[in-house]
């Protein structure tokens, strides 16, 4: 179920010019959303335009919205335009893991640093880290696979992009550091189904 609430990050898409930017929700009511631009995309009265909006242990949800007023610096005021709905669905069945692991993030400063893959599928990992990461950003996953009846290591990359935080619960193993769902740009063969 999609929650919203100010301060929640999202990801804008104009579809026309075929630009995206990162925004921040200022307010979010049932009728009423609004937004303030973080990145160098411009919007106008009557833009039309799809949010990303990431939810937390959840797959990412669209709204397509239009500008119904502009504000001050950059924020706007929109009108969502039909019910949001989930932009995908889990295809493949998660195995649990602990797959020690070294990532480095796409457009930064591609230092490698420390993580545990807590479970993993064809589609995707759910990654343990100790520092927090920006949600829909992209990164380069390297971690050694156990495959067939001898149990060989294979060293495998896998390019992702993180699609939502996990929250672990309060007093678990992994309450204090980080987990972030991750899916893979394309399937991780090594794994049947």
């Known amino acids: 179920m999609l929650h919203l609430k100010p301060g929640q990050r999202v990801k804008v898409r104009h579809i026309k010019q075929g630009l995206t930017g990162d925004a921040v929700l200022v307010k ?43 504000g001050p610096g950059n924020t706007y005021t929109l009108k969502a335009l039909g019910k949001p709905y989930r932009l995908q669905r889990r295809h493949y069945k998660r195995i649990p893991t602990r797959l020690q692991a070294q990532y480095f993030l796409h457009r930064q400063d591609q230092e490698y640093r420390q993580g545990m893959i807590l479970d993993i599928s064809r589609g995707g990992a759910l990654l343990f880290v100790e520092q927090p990461l920006d949600l829909l950003s992209e990164l380069m996953l390297f971690f050694e696979f156990f495959s067939g009846e001898e149990g060989v290591a294979l060293t495998t990359e896998m390019k992702g992009k993180v699609i939502r935080e996990h929250v672990s619960p309060p007093g678990s193993a992994y309450s204090s550091a980080y987990s972030y769902g991750v899916e893979f740009d394309k399937p991780f063969t090594l794994l049947a189904g």
Do not use: H, M, R
Request: aromatic share 6%.
């Open 28 to 70: 979010a009511e049932k009728n009423e959303l609004i937004l303030e631009l973080e990145s160098g995309l411009a919007l106008k009265w009557g833009d039309e335009f799809e949010l990303e909006i990431v939810q937390e242990q959840d797959a990412p949800y669209i709204i397509d919205a239009q500008v119904q007023e502009t």
